[in-house]
């Protein structure tokens, strides 16, 4: 049973910095890739970062490239999206997302709130 549990939101102020989990079982996560998405209030999910299997790297949207780094522990079997610089409009619900076996798996989001 693959389930992934975000935490780690909150409110901070427009600068402020914020790390999120998402710990996770079901799965290794080293072998998988595992993404962040977000949603602001009206708008459609959108993809944030991802960081692949084995050695194969990260990625980001260029709206937070520079600012967020994506990040595993294996042995915690956890993903982490440390968030720096945060701004107004990174406001939103933050969710991490895997594909395995076919199937997309969700968490239930953290909320993030950034005050200007």
């Known amino acids: 049973q693959v389930r992934l549990v975000e935490s780690g939101g909150g409110l901070v102020q427009n600068g402020g910095s914020l790390r999120l989990r998402c710990a996770t079982s079901g799965i290794v996560v080293n072998r998988l890739h595992i993404n962040w998405f977000r949603q602001a209030p009206g708008k459609e999910r959108e993809f944030v970062a991802v960081i692949r299997s084995g050695a194969s790297g990260t990625e980001y949207a260029d709206s937070v490239k520079g600012r967020f780094t994506v990040s595993r522990d294996y042995a915690r079997s956890t993903v982490y999206l440390q968030m720096n610089s945060l701004k107004p409009e990174d406001t939103g619900r933050y969710y991490c997302?895997?594909?395995?076996?076919?199937?997309?798996?969700w968490g239930q989001g953290t909320q993030v709130t950034v005050s200007s």
């Open positions: 997302n895997v594909v395995f076996r076919g199937n997309a798996f």
